[in-house]
């Protein structure tokens, strides 16, 4: 559980710095590296969160 905390803080942590960098540059290269850090992290939070409950509802009848 903690290394999906750090991969969290690690996301965040990429995801402000391409916006910050985006803000200081106008280069909007750093806005799409953002833009695709944040729509992979979120089909892998989604990933996870299926598996924990796939895992809830398929060991509780056993």
Known sequence: MWLLRLLGILTLIAVGGGFVAYLLT???KYLHFSWCVFRYAVVVALLVF???IL???AVIPF
């Open 26 to 28: 106008r280069n909007p």
């Open 50 to 52: 299926a598996l924990l």
């Open 55 to 57: 895992e809830r509802v």
